[in-house]
C-alpha cells in the first residue's frame, strides 16, 4: 500500500469513528440504547472495530515511513 492509500482509509475510518459517536449520542439522549439495546450494543462494536482498524492502520502507515525514511 501507498501513503496515499493509507491516508483515504483513515480519513474513511475517521468519518465512521465521528458518525458512530454521533449516533450513539443521539441513542443516549433519546434512551434509545435501553430500548434497541442491540443495536446500540452493534453500533458500540462498530465504534470499537473502527477505532481498532485505524490504530492498526496508522501504526503500519508509520512503520512504512519509518522504513522510508531509514532506507532513502
Do not use: N
Not at 465504534?47 to 525514511?69: F, N, P, W
Amino acid at each position: 500500500m501507498t501513503i496515499e492509500d493509507y491516508d483515504f482509509i483513515l480519513e474513511e475510518l475517521q468519518q465512521v469513528i465521528e458518525d458512530a459517536k454521533v449516533l450513539m449520542t443521539r441513542f443516549d439522549a433519546e434512551e434509545a440504547d435501553k430500548s434497541l439495546s442491540a443495536e446500540y450494543h452493534t453500533l458500540h462494536e462498530l465504534y470499537q472495530r473502527a477505532v481498532k482498524s485505524q490504530e492498526t492502520y496508522t501504526h503500519e502507515m508509520l512503520d512504512m515511513l519509518e522504513g522510508q525514511a531509514i532506507a532513502g
